[in-house]
């Protein structure tokens, strides 16, 4: 079955396809010749995610998914969140993002968040939302150079290593993304499609 993954993230793309392996034909938005801007104007997750997948399905005809996730910190009243992508600016850094958690974060003690995943598949129009989440701390420098966005300050629960400090396949299978497409490949067999 083939299905649109609406991202423009080559870090995702490739996450994504890891984990979905040879069972799904990804396309990706070049794929399909979409250069448009993907709207994602809503207040939460859900409504972003959703908003995504009904636009490419409407607009290009095709059966999508597309996936919103936020870092919610705890001592922030769960900021970035929706936000987290611009979250220090319209240039979408990286960089000036995890300066501006860290420099909010100085001297508070609970230091608990987690990453929310919610991907929104849309098939022949009816949509199904799946949800993936990981708790965690936010570290008070960063640490490790792999993935991208806020994984170097992210460290999971139980574990004595940040995001940044694994490999891609060790991040999957324990990620807030690794979670909800697990949730998504699951309910995609279940349906007894020809993958
Ligand atoms: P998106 O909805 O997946 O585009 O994620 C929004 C923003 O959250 C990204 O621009 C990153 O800043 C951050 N983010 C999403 N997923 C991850 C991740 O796995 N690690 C670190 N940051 C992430």
């Known amino acids: 079955m083939e299905l649109v993954f609406a991202t423009n993230n080559p870090h995702k793309l490739r996450e994504l396809q890891q984990l979905l ?37 409407e607009k290009y005809g095709y059966n999508c998914f597309a996936d919103d996730t936020g870092l919610e910190i705890d001592a922030l009243d769960g900021e970035p969140g929706v936000y987290s992508a611009r979250y220090a600016g319209e240039e ?3 960089e000036a993002n995890m300066a501006k958690v860290l420099e909010k974060m100085k001297g508070i003690t609970n230091r608990k968040a987690r990453f929310r995943t919610v991907i929104s598949l849309v098939i022949d129009g009816k949509e199904n ?67």
């Open 21 to 57: 392996g040879d069972e799904i034909h990804l396309l990706s938005l070049k794929d399909i010749g979409c250069d448009d801007e993907v709207p994602e104007n809503q207040q939460t997750l859900e409504g972003n995610a959703a908003e995504k997948s009904f636009f490419i399905f």
């Open 92 to 94: 979408k850094s990286a």
């Open 129 to 195: 939302q799946f949800e993936g989440f990981v708790e965690g701390e936010i570290l008070r420098e960063k640490r490790g150079t792999e993935g991208f966005g806020y994984d170097p300050i992210f460290q999971p629960d139980g574990i004595s290593q940040s995001f940044a400090e694994m490999n891609s396949e060790q991040k999957n299978q324990l990620s807030h993304r690794g979670r909800a497409v697990q949730k998504l490949v699951r309910y995609l067999k279940s349906l007894n499609l020809t993958l």
